[in-house]
């Protein structure tokens, strides 16, 4: 398949099954030659990503530096690139020591997991990111992964709602959400996938948690984004912005996919935690559908998220 390259951001992104075993001839620098990497990873070299990965490289004449151990590491001056893999998280991190110590350095990134895929850091340097959706997938990850096609759907490609009711090829599905997210980040407007259904999502599980921190949290992430991607659409509607009804239809999909639209807390503690939160960054502002496939900013006070979470 065809790299997705943003018409402005300088990396591209390459998807296929079983893409990392041919990294090492992906990875030679332009003109030919080897490479030097340092590799940020916290995977075993035995994971099925890395150990794909580290192959393809050895293969290719590559040479892999490992990340440093100790308080007070010295990184080394001789590397001339960095391989960044592992999951979101990891990758989140890594970006940030990559732009602070090796600003200059091209970066791959390496996304283990379906959720990374989907939802993965820049960082300001020149990069590939190289996607395999082919790699083992826990039931956890799957659900997260869907969740994310669920908002990418909702908000920016409602052709791609109506596919999410099959079983679905999560490869062909991520290269569509990777292309609207290089469009969302050549435009600047990151803001308007990053707070769908986060703003109320992420509070309601900050409400649980702050309302008996010794309690099981019968949500997770995923739930969360779910429950605040509903709540944002009744909120659309309420006032007028979304132009038409698909609530029932997202709950319908949600429902399939063994999602929940709802959660016991009240409208005072949601309001509460939306005040609170640290995601809501005093801005109080929020991305509601305008319609399936599109939406928007939209400025809101938190006193007017009542009846959200019928329950």
Request: charged share 25%; proline share 8%; hydrophobic share 40%.
């Amino acid at each position: 398949m065809k790299p997705i390259r943003p018409k402005r951001l300088p990396f591209e992104i390459r998807v296929g099954s079983g893409i990392l075993r041919k990294a090492g001839a992906l990875l030679s620098p332009p003109g030919g030659g080897k490479r030097r990497f340092l590799y940020l990873c916290d995977l075993p070299d035995t994971d099925p990503a890395p150990s794909a990965l580290l192959a393809s490289l050895e293969k290719a004449g590559q040479t892999v530096v490992p990340f440093p151990d100790g308080e007070y590491p010295d990184y080394p001056n001789d590397v001339d690139a960095l391989l960044i893999t592992g999951d979101a998280g990891k990758i989140g991190s890594a970006i940030l020591f990559a732009d602070d110590y090796y600003p200059e350095l091209p970066y791959v990134l390496v996304p283990t997991t379906l959720e990374a895929q989907f939802d993965f850091a820049i960082g300001d340097a020149a990069g590939l990111i190289l996607c395999d959706p082919s790699l083992p997938v826990s039931d956890a990850d799957r659900k997260r992964a869907t969740v994310e096609l669920i908002r990418y759907a909702v908000g920016f490609d409602a052709t791609l709602f109506d596919l999410l009711y099959a079983d679905f090829d999560f490869g062909a599905l991520l290269r569509r959400c990777l292309a609207i997210r290089c469009d969302l980040l050549d435009a600047e407007k990151t803001d308007l996938f990053d707070r769908l259904g986060t703003v109320i999502g992420l509070s309601v599980g900050y409400a649980l948690g702050a309302r008996d921190p010794f309690a099981d949290d019968p949500f997770d992430e995923a739930d969360e984004l779910a429950i605040g991607l509903a709540a944002a659409t009744r909120y659309a509607l309420k006032t007028g912005y979304c132009r038409k009804d698909f609530l029932s239809d997202l709950i319908g999909l949600l429902s399939y996919h063994g999602l929940p639209n709802s959660a016991l807390i009240s409208d005072e503690e949601l309001i509460a935690a939306i005040e609170e939160y640290p995601w809501a960054d005093g801005r109080n502002v929020i991305s509601l559908p305008r319609r399936l496939g599109e939406c928007g900013l939209v400025e809101f006070d938190p006193a007017d998220l009542k009846g959200l979470l019928p329950n």
